[in-house]
Structure formats: structure tokens, C-alpha cells
């Protein structure tokens, strides 16, 4: 596509322009708002959107200063090494104990923090110079309450406002400054954004990475204060508390799971890297104790010992930096690297935090979708935990932020009480007063499945780490368009499940009994997992929803739902779909 405005672009950026960048800036140009809204999926290129448009405001005089606020110190130098390469130089070092800016540079930039701690000082830059105000990743705004009074307070009187984010919605129903918000079908405000270009248009663009997220499981144990000792498999039905103190255990530096779930992603790095030579690996920690203990394990595993990152200091944004040129292959950090910050050669992540909400899921996975060439494909390691999981699969879904609830009979007599109340239970206070009293007994990891573009791919139940089940998936080629990525994880399982068809032992005699139901138990679990990625493929293909095609299949086949259906009953119904996609009208 041809640069837009090439005489008013920003200089480096307007050759490289994407479809959606141009047309989000003709759209800017045109309507020219004073607060303008653009959601861009992590990786789709906001920073060059937004200093495409700060050039333009220079150039015509629309603008004399910018000032662009980030949500970390590290965020303020990557700015500005991109301001310099755009032609709008950024001065990162604003508020380090002095006010006043280099005469060579047009702007600042400035933390959320910095601006909280004094708006005033920017509200009197503001209101001396005509101004452009970047908010980058603005649900920031909404952290606390001070962040979003001083948002408001320094930079109410400026000139243009460009709010971007890569996750408009927030978990609590704090508003954002300067967000527009309007009730939706059903009454309750919702933000409102002036553009908004989804991670499935930018999968369709090969804007970025399609994302494979290789789920683990296992059996953990701990130990309680009253000395009682806990087994469970993690992922399986538990108590809220049940399943934090399981992930605890999960991510116990000292148990099983976590060495074998490093050895397993390093195997995939390594096959990522046979077609990615600079290919690199994220490890996200809960804190930096089990950041250092992670690295040590890389280490052992490695040969190598691996990039720390524990704190926004100077030295840290360094080491990012120092990362991001070389071809080291890991790199662990706490938060700091979990939003905005840009490596474009993560390919391999590790989500061993516990962490679990939408937006800190959604700005963790942001970074490894940053595409730099078609084929690339992005695996996120994560324990097989609802949540986490329910993130995965919900990671094309376009959301907006919800202020409230609409109150509409008496049975919403209480939903303010209610929205309370469900902060209370969704807070990990209740386990934290436990700290002190839980005990990581041990655990060890099994591979459990493969969850990509809506569906499931794995064999029949959890498989040992290290084994040939396991690699069938680990040992994907690092470089796949998305529909040849689904057409081999489908390949590789139905093969594993009809050469475990073959194996089966014709006639089962009562010695061999509960082996035989062991196995009739897997069989039809790969068989379940081979029909719902079948209908999930058919669902991206034609629109079909998923339950109707599953109604279609039973009518033609005949027999119970899937979950009551025999052996027999799902293959049919899998042969019946493959039939389907073999008719040349589809």
C-alpha cells in the first residue's frame, strides 16, 4: 500500500505504514477530535500510529509540544528511541529533579506515576504551549484513583488527546479520563473507541503471530496449617482457594513442575529456533525470588544462564535493550516486561505467574504476537487452570470497559452490593492469609493440551513430559501460516488416535479389565477432543456455531451428545465432518 500523506508522515514511519494505521489517520485527519480513542491488539503498531499523527499535528502547526505518558519508566526510553526515528524527538528524562527540556527536543516523556505525583507543573506546561497528549496503554489511568485525578487535572486543557490501548477493559469499574462512554443494549456504559483494530484482523493481516498455548497439568501436594495434606490434579473442579494454593504449588521453583515445564518449553524454543536463528524465550515470575530461582533452573537446563529483569530501573531497561539485540535464548522477568515493552524476537513464553486477570493475561501474551515476517507462530506455556485456559481461548474477543450494572427489577435491587461482593471473592486476600501456613509438598507436570483458534488438540488424557505424544506437538515447525498450524495439529492427532486404534488389544480378558476401561477412557477422550477441534475448524470456516453443527452431526449420525456418545457414535460424526470438508461447495 502507498505511504498516506508522505509530505506530513512521520519521517521513517509513512513507507511502512499498515492498512489499518492509514486508515485510522485518514480517519483522524478527517473528523480531527480533540480526544480520540485507538484500540490496537498488542503487537499491531500503536507507537507508529500515534507518532504518525504527532508529525502531522507538528508539521501543519495544529501542535507545538507533545507529551507522551507510559505506565513504566522502561516504556519512556522506548518511546523516545522511536520518537528519534520518527523525527519527534522525546525527552525520557523530564522530572528526574529538573523541569525544563533540551530546546532540542519537541516533548517529553512521562510516567502515570510522574504525572500523579505532580500535575500541576504539567498543567502550566500544558496551558503554555499548544499540546499533544499520548496516553499510552490509558486503562492505566483508572489504577488508582490518584493516577486519574492527576491524568485529568494536568492535561484537561489540552489541545488533542490520543488515547491508546492495546486492552480496553478493565477488571474494576473505575472510569478512564477521557474516555467516552455510552450505555449498550442493555443500559450499562461501555467505553466507546474511535478505532479499533482486533488481534483477529491483525492474525487475518499477518499483523502478528498466531498463538499456541501448550497447557500442563499434574498432580500437586501440599500442606496445610492444620497439618492436613492436600492431592489434587491441577485444572480439576476446586474451591476458589483449592485451585490458587495448586498453582501455588505448581510454580514451586523447588518441585517438579516448573523444571519440567521449563525443559519442555526450551525443547520448543529449540525447535522454533531451526527456522528462527535469534528466536527467544520470556519467563514471567510472580516475584523475584522465584525470578532468580527460574533462572537458575535455565541455567541447569541450558548451559546458558538467562537475562534477569526484576525491577523498572535504569540497569533493567538495559538489559531489555541488551536482550532484544542479541540471540540469547531466555530472559525471566517479574511484571516489567509484561505490557508495551517491545522484543520482537519472543517467540517462546512461560506464564508461571500467579497473576490471573483478563488484562494482565492479554498484555503478557501481547508479547510474543509481534510479528516481523509471515509464518511465525508464538507458544505460550501455561498451567492448565480455568482461568487461565478461559483466557486462551477468549483471546480474539473484543472487549470494551464496563462501568456498572443496570438495576431493572427487584431481583437488582442489590447489585451494588453484589459488585462488591464479587471484588471481595475475586481478591487473593483469603489466601493470603494463609502465606504463612501453606506448605509445597511436590508436584510434577504432565502435558495436557494445545489450545489454538478456538479449539483443542491433545491425546487421550495428560501424557508424560518427555514422551513422544508430547513432541508431536512441541516439534512443530517455527515457521507455519495459521491454516497450515491447524491442519497439522489436526494431522498429528488423528494419526496418534488411529494408531492407537490399531494397538488396542481386540479381545479384553478380566485380568487386563481396568486396563481395558483406562484405555476406552482415553480413546474416547482423544476421540471427544479430534470432534470439537473438527467443529471448531468447520466454525471458522462457515460460521457455523458450534452447538448447531454438533445438532446437525447427531440428526445425521444418530445418538446421545457427545459426552454420552460410544466410541463408534463419535467417529462416525468425525467422518461425517471430514465429508463435509471435502465437497468442493462446502
Not at 507522551?68 to 520518527?86: F, N
Not at 512461560?350 to 503478557?364: D, E, I, M, N, R
Not at 456498572?404 to 492469609?433: C, H, M
Request: net charge negative.
Amino acid at each position: 500500500m502507498p505511504p498516506a500523506w508522505p509530505e506530513r508522515a512521520a519521517w521513517g514511519t509513512a513507507p511502512s505504514l499498515r492498512a489499518w494505521q492509514t486508515a485510522a489517520l485518514r480517519q483522524y485527519t478527517e473528523r480531527a477530535p480533540r480526544d480520540f480513542m485507538a484500540v490496537a491488539t498488542p503487537g499491531a503498531g500503536k507507537t507508529t500510529f500515534a507518532l504518525t499523527v504527532a508529525a502531522d499535528l507538528l508539521g501543519r502547526r495544529v501542535v507545538e509540544r507533545v507529551i507522551v505518558v507510559t505506565p513504566t519508566e522502561h516504556l519512556k526510553t522506548q518511546w523516545a528511541q522511536a520518537g528519534e526515528r520518527a523525527g519527534v524527538p522525546l525527552d525520557p528524562a523530564y522530572g528526574a529533579g529538573r523541569a525544563k527540556t533540551s530546546s532540542d527536543y519537541v516533548g517529553i516523556a512521562v510516567t502515570y506515576a510522574g504525572v500523579a505525583a505532580n500535575p500541576l507543573a504539567l498543567r502550566v506546561r500544558v496551558e503554555r504551549s499548544k499540546t499533544l497528549v499520548i496516553l499510552d496503554e490509558v486503562h492505566h489511568a483508572g489504577d488508582a484513583l490518584s493516577w486519574g485525578e492527576g491524568v485529568e487535572e494536568a492535561f484537561g486543557p489540552a489541545t488533542r488527546r490520543l488515547l491508546l490501548t492495546g486492552t480496553p477493559f478493565r477488571s474494576d469499574t473505575n472510569p478512564i479520563p477521557f474516555v467516552t462512554y455510552a450505555p449498550g443494549d442493555d443500559g450499562v456504559p461501555r467505553s466507546v473507541a474511535d478505532y479499533t483494530y482486533g488481534y483477529a484482523q491483525a492474525l487475518a493481516d499477518h499483523v502478528v503471530r498466531p498463538v499456541l498455548f501448550m497447557a500442563y497439568s499434574g498432580q500437586m501436594q501440599w500442606r496445610t496449617r492444620a497439618g492436613d495434606e492436600i492431592d489434587v490434579r491441577l485444572g480439576e473442579p476446586l474451591t476458589k482457594d483449592l485451585h490458587a494454593q495448586a498453582l501455588r504449588t505448581a510454580l514451586d521453583p523447588h518441585g517438579s513442575w516448573m523444571p519440567a515445564v521449563l525443559q519442555a518449553a526450551d525443547r520448543r524454543l529449540e525447535e522454533v529456533r531451526r527456522h528462527v536463528p535469534d528466536a527467544g524465550g520470556l519467563v514471567i515470575a510472580s516475584d523475584q525470588d522465584k525470578a532468580r530461582a527460574y533462572a537458575a533452573l535455565l541455567r541447569e537446563i541450558t548451559g546458558q544462564a538467562p537475562t534477569v529483569v526484576l525491577s523498572d530501573e535504569k540497569a533493567s531497561s538495559e538489559r531489555i535493550s541488551t536482550f532484544s539485540d542479541s540471540d540469547d535464548r531466555w530472559m525471566v522477568a517479574v511484571r516489567m516486561v509484561s505490557e508495551g515493552v517491545d522484543v520482537p524476537r519472543l517467540a517462546v513464553g512461560v506464564y508461571a505467574t500467579t497473576t490471573a486477570t483478563p488484562l494482565f493475561f492479554a498484555q503478557a501474551v501481547g508479547r510474543f504476537v509481534r510479528a516481523r515476517r509471515r509464518g511465525e507462530t508464538a507458544s505460550v506455556f501455561v498451567p492448565s487452570v480455568p482461568s487461565l485456559l478461559g483466557h486462551a481461548a477468549a483471546l480474539e474477543v473484543e472487549r470494551d470497559h464496563v462501568l456498572g450494572r443496570t438495576v431493572r427489577d427487584e431481583g437488582d435491587i442489590f447489585a451494588a452490593e453484589d459488585e462488591l461482593l464479587a471484588r471481595a471473592n475475586a481478591s487473593e486476600a483469603a489466601s493470603a492469609e494463609l502465606e504463612g501456613s501453606y506448605e509445597a509438598l511436590g508436584s510434577e507436570a504432565r502435558f495436557d493440551r494445545v489450545l489454538y483458534d478456538g479449539g483443542e488438540f491433545g491425546h487421550a488424557g495428560e501424557v508424560h513430559v518427555g514422551s513422544e505424544e508430547e513432541m508431536d506437538f512441541l516439534g512443530i515447525p517455527g515457521l507455519l501460516e495459521p491454516d497450515q498450524v491447524r491442519e497439522l495439529l489436526h494431522t498429528r492427532q488423528s494419526e496418534r488416535a488411529a494408531r492407537s486404534r490399531r494397538t488396542a488389544a481386540p479381545v479384553p480378558t478380566v485380568a487386563d479389565d481396568a486396563e481395558t476401561r483406562r484405555t476406552a477412557h482415553e480413546q474416547l477422550a482423544v476421540l471427544r477432543r479430534e470432534l470439537n477441534g473438527l467443529v471448531a475448524a468447520w466454525h471458522h470456516r462457515t460460521g457455523a456455531p458450534h452447538g448447531v453443527t454438533h445438532s446437525t452431526l447427531r440428526k445425521e449420525c444418530g445418538g446421545p451428545a457427545a459426552a454420552a456418545a460410544t466410541a463408534e457414535q463419535l467417529q462416525r460424526r468425525i467422518d461425517r465432518l471430514r465429508d463435509w470438508a471435502a465437497r468442493p461447495t462446502g
